[in-house]
């Protein structure tokens, strides 16, 4: 995870989902609804962005998504879920 000022966040979101990942398994959590798109988030797509901030690339899932799939939950993208 590069800025387009070129800093290497790269740390922060991959601390930031193991935290997630451990709050999950702590509280039993079982399934996940996140924001497509995200880098972080993203379940079936993500925002990946050039050092010109151009959009350029948007297949795949975000690290977050990954490493929660990974351990089993479900994982479905916001604009997939209807809400009961």
Do not use: Q, Y
């Not at 922060?12 to 497509?36: D, P, S």
């Not at 379940?43 to 998504?65: A, R």
Request: hydrophobic residues 40%; glycine residues 12%; aromatic residues 8%.
């Amino acid at each position: 995870m590069i800025s387009t000022n070129g800093d290497d966040f790269t740390e922060e979101f991959m601390k930031g989902a193991w935290e997630v990942l451990r709050i999950a398994k702590l509280t039993g959590t079982t399934k996940a609804i996140l924001h497509n798109g995200s880098p972080s988030c993203g379940v079936t797509k993500t925002s990946i962005f050039d050092i010109n901030g151009n959009l350029v690339g948007s297949e795949g899932c975000g690290v977050l998504s990954w490493l929660l799939m990974e351990n089993g939950l479900e994982v479905i993208s916001s604009d997939e879920w209807h809400a009961p």
